[in-house]
């Protein structure tokens, strides 16, 4: 961009991504990070009264159901029954 300079004023260049802990949005989104450790935090308590889930990304059903699996067993709930999915891909960071 230097060299070419399309630019007449001076600028900055910034560049973002989607970061670490990115939400799961799409389905091809839980598609490509399977196997990756995620976490999920429910809109309303489940049965037993959890909201926060947490492990394995073992994918997104055709019919909408996120599964996790952790070493409590796998953790299956409706995609559209959390307020978000998210990487965990910052914990070794901190």
Do not use: N, W
Not at 4 to 13: G, H, R, T, V
Not at 21 to 34: A, I, N, S, V
């Amino acid at each position: 961009m230097d060299e070419a300079d399309p630019i007449d004023q001076s600028y900055y260049l910034e560049v973002g991504s989607p970061g670490l802990g990115r939400r799961l949005t799409r389905p091809e989104h839980y598609e490509q990070l399977k196997g990756q450790k995620c976490a999920a935090h429910l809109i309303r308590p489940d049965e037993q009264g959890r909201r926060d889930a947490e492990g394995i990304l073992e994918g997104l059903s055709a019919d909408g159901m996120v599964t996790l699996k952790s070493d409590d067993g796998d953790y299956t709930f409706p995609v559209k029954a959390a307020g978000y999915v998210k990487l965990c891909d910052d914990e070794d960071l901190f």
